[in-house]
Nanobody, 123 residues
């Protein structure tokens, strides 16, 4: 049973920061990509960021470039999303997912998903 669990969401004022964490367990993955997606109220799920197995390649949506940083620990068990300079439009449920193949940017490429963690940015 694969489990993906996110944590770290909450309420923050515009301009503030949050750090999301994601842990994937229950299966021995090799060479997999981890990604973050978000879904705002009334909108479709959107790609935020992804990181490859070694951690030396990262990908970002244009809307978060320069503000968000994705990283993973050396043990490859955790992935983090550091979110700085948050804006009200960043308000969404953020979900972590495991990609086994396909486009980094497409939600359909990700096979295992967490339940999501809510981020609310007040103005």
């Amino acid at each position: 049973q694969v489990q993906v669990v996110e944590s770290g969401g909450g309420l923050v004022q515009a301009g503030g920061s949050l750090r999301l964490s994601c842990a994937a367990s229950g299966r021995t993955f090799s060479n997999y990509v981890m990604g973050w997606f978000r879904q705002a109220p009334g909108k479709e799920r959107a790609f935020v960021s992804a990181i490859n197995w070694s951690g030396d390649s990262t990908y970002y949506a244009e809307s978060v470039k320069g503000r968000f940083t994705i990283s993973r620990d050396k043990a490859k068990t955790m992935v983090y999303l550091q979110m700085n300079s948050l804006k009200p439009e960043d308000t969404a449920v953020y979900s972590c997912a495991v990609r086994l193949s396909g486009s980094y940017y497409s939600a359909s490429s990700y096979e295992y998903w967490g339940q999501g963690t809510k981020v609310t940015v007040s103005s």
